[in-house]
């Protein structure tokens, strides 16, 4: 079938049921650069900004940019940067038009562009969407000197490569030419995200000049946020599901689920859209939330990747149908909720009750291989810190062990297992952890990965994380974890 492509002219002819902009687009003008445009961020901040456009705040526009492929661009300029989201709650799918995008940047293509948009006095905020190893941490959390883009950036800086080449480029350039700067906000799963942003931009900074580093240590705000929306990989399936209820082609739609929550802490210091009318929540302290969100959802998801995995599950909803891991998502529950912090708003138990619904949604073919990408940027915030507080604690942590266990096996399992990748693959590799890995390789998993750093309880963790992996090795591992629901 020829379909004609979707783009501001073919919007009127779209079916009466889909949602679009109803602003004129071309009034409106760039408020926020966005680096990292994957399908999360098309699928959450852009339609709170949408819903912002809508009600005619219309300089708060979104120039995005790809730090590496130019897949999104090449789709979405044919379409006026527009595209669709699918709201899928088990049959049922509802469809928007999103019309907040205004650009796109291709890094590799042409750094110094993003660079001169960012130093646009008109761009108030740049957020993040770029993933925990874009971050470039080293073992101990520290911002990684060694890392080829960082010296790259340290040396080149008018064609930055990294985001704190960016950053750190604009706010300087700004500076230089007395534009104020602008706020810096990560919307990663990392907990604290913008403190630790903060400290690692300064640090950055601090190899530039020590008045760059202080200027950004005072005046450049990087509130911490929570971001929550399930926000799978778009398939083929997806794209075909979707034309054909649009009524004309969309070649890089997005689908994800109806849960969408933003919790922001309000220190924007060039203003902002907003986003309190369209459901976003503002706070002065968002770690909680974060906490509860990433070891509750990001936990539950990475402990069902990687028993999904082993137990030959591809979706997420079919791994979660699946009651052995289902008991087993229970029980790790009950080991997190009480190392989140006794705060007022907090429901963890409403939280989890949500989240059984939100796993089950089987309009979501969420690929168990795609969360189980980066355990080791994932897992430590998302388990190990959980199973080292409770270790410290005096209290068990059979569950986070196993799922640290589970993601050493469907390591060693690939690639006949799963095709996954984690920038830690080259040291990961050559870790013998096939056929019968012990404390020794477990030791050397942690040591590579910085797991426990130097907690008391790291030594007894990679005991209980090494006899788990025995047990997964010697008698499957259906039975590890039926030991662990008994
Ligand atoms: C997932 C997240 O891929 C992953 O690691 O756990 O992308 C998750 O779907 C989102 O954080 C949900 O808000």
Wanted: hydrophobic share 45%; glycine share 8%; with cysteine.
């Amino acid at each position: 079938m020829n379909m004609k492509r979707l783009s501001n002219a073919t919007l009127n002819g779209l079916a009466p049921s889909v949602e679009q902009p109803g602003y004129d687009r071309a009034a409106v003008t760039a408020g926020i650069v966005h680096l990292g445009i994957g399908a999360f961020h098309r699928a959450h901040q852009a339609v709170f900004i949408d819903d912002c456009l809508n009600e005619g705040a219309t300089d708060w526009g979104v120039i995005g940019a790809s730090l590496r492929s130019p897949e999104t661009r090449d789709a979405l300029k044919l379409q006026d940067w527009l595209y669709t989201i699918a709201v899928g709650d088990g049959d049922r799918r509802s469809l928007r038009v999103i019309g907040a995008l205004q650009d796109l940047v291709v890094v590799p293509e042409d750094p110094a562009r993003l660079l001169d948009i960012m130093s646009s006095p008109s761009i108030r905020i740049v957020s993040l969407t770029v993933t925990e190893k874009a971050y470039l941490r080293n073992v101990n959390g520290d911002l990684d000197f060694e890392h080829a883009d960082i010296l790259a950036d340290l040396d080149e800086p008018e064609r930055p490569r990294s985001i704190f080449g960016f950053i750190v480029g604009a706010i300087d350039r700004r500076r230089k030419n007395g534009v104020e700067p602008f706020t810096v906000l990560s919307c990663d799963n990392l907990a604290d995200n913008g403190r630790v942003l903060h400290r690692l931009l300064v640090s950055f900074a601090a190899r530039r000049s020590h008045e760059l580093a202080a200027f950004i240590e005072q005046r450049v705000a990087c509130p911490s946020t929570t971001v929550d929306r399930i926000v799978p990989a778009t398939t083929d399936r997806d794209r075909a599901d979707i034309d054909h209820l649009l009524g004309v082609q969309d070649a890089w739609p997005v689908a994800c689920e109806p849960f969408a929550q933003w919790v922001v802490e309000d220190r924007f210091t060039l203003g902002r859209p907003a986003l309190e009318r369209h459901g976003v929540t503002f706070v002065r302290d968002v770690r909680p939330f974060e906490l509860m969100k990433i070891r509750l959802l990001n936990g539950a998801h990475s402990a069902i990747a990687y028993l999904g995995l082993l137990l030959g599950h591809e979706t997420v909803a079919s791994a979660f149908a699946d009651l052995r891991i289902s008991a087993f998502v229970e029980g790790l529950w009950e080991e997190l909720i009480p190392t989140l912090p006794e705060e007022e708003g907090l429901r963890p138990l409403i939280y989890i009750d949500d989240l059984k619904r939100r796993f089950s949604n089987t309009a979501l073919r969420h690929r168990t291989a795609q969360i189980a990408n980066d355990g080791s940027q994932k897992l430590p915030q998302r388990i190990v810190q959980a199973a080292i507080e409770r270790i410290d604690r005096g209290l068990p942590a059979d569950h986070l062990a196993m799922v640290i266990a589970a993601w050493i096996a469907a390591l060693a399992g690939r690639p006949a297992l799963a095709e996954f990748t984690d920038p830690l693959d080259g040291g990961l590799v050559a870790i013998p952890l096939f056929p019968n890995p012990g404390i020794a390789e477990v030791e050397a998993v942690f040591d590579l990965t910085g797991f426990g750093g130097d907690a008391a309880g790291r030594g007894q963790l990679a005991l209980l994380v090494a006899n788990r992996l025995t047990q997964i090795n010697t008698f499957g591992a259906a039975s590890a974890i039926d030991d662990l629901n008994s």
